[in-house]
């Protein structure tokens, strides 16, 4: 079934240590997305990617980085994590088209370091 | 720059009564507008875009360009309405294009 797949749902991880989320959609689809959103808070985009070996900054600066090698996969690594980088992570995608295309989201990782 | 603003956290309505849920935005050009819906232990979800002029689920949002304002209606509020509302806008060109900004959200809470 084509879905949008984000794992793991939930990481609690030490400060200093590597981590990288993962995000898979078997949509076909072009675009992809991170956000990052904090309990009760607005969404925020970190990073984006139109296509293969594509890759943007998003409107919040964030420590973490991506990778587009394949157009399924858009993972989300962070070299160190600290207790800053607590919050839910939200992964998306749309077709290739314009702006009135909409997005569909992934489940989501809600990270906790400690 | 593009900016979403809700200005109610919070709403609570009783089941049967209208429901107004306010959106408001800050971009230059032309935008695209929607409404997003998050139900409980679900995930984020369409529920309309403002190009289509579509009803979903009773709902409507007219895009008003003079108030800067999309806002979200639905004549009688059922409790299945209880959700996370987002609306969001998507710029139609240059650095905007395809990047959706998202308001604050507004919990709407329907009672028996």
């Known amino acids: 079934e084509a879905d949008i797949y984000q794992t793991p749902r939930y990481l609690v991880i030490g400060t200093g240590k590597k981590i990288t989320l993962e995000c898979s959609q078997t949509?076909?689809?072009?675009?992809m997305y991170w956000y990052q959103q904090d309990p009760g808070m607005e969404l925020h985009l970190i990073h984006y990617s139109y296509g293969v070996n594509s890759t943007e900054k998003g409107d919040l600066s964030s420590e973490s980085t991506v990778s587009r090698i394949r157009t399924e996969h858009f993972p989300l690594t962070l070299e160190s994590a600290r207790p800053s980088h607590t919050s839910q992570y939200l992964c998306a995608s749309s077709p290739k088209g314009g702006a009135r295309e909409k997005l569909f989201f992934g489940s989501g990782t809600q990270l906790s370091v400690l | 720059a593009q900016r979403v603003t809700q200005p109610e956290k919070l709403l609570s309505v009783f089941k049967g009564a209208p429901v107004e849920l306010k959106c408001n935005y800050s971009?230059?050009?032309?935008?695209?507008l929607f409404w997003y819906v998050q139900y409980s232990r679900q995930r984020l979800q369409l529920l309309l875009r403002h190009i289509s002029r579509e009803s979903i689920k009773g709902f409507t949002a007219d895009l008003n360009k003079g108030e800067t304002s999309f806002h979200l209606k639905k004549p009688f509020a059922q409790e299945e309405d209880s959700a996370m509302y987002y609306c969001a806008l998507s710029g139609a060109g240059g650095t905007s294009y395809g990047k959706l900004t998202f308001g604050q959200g507004t919990i709407l809470t329907v009672h028996p």
């Open positions: 971009y230059s050009g032309s935008p695209e």
């Open positions: 949509m076909g689809h072009d675009k």
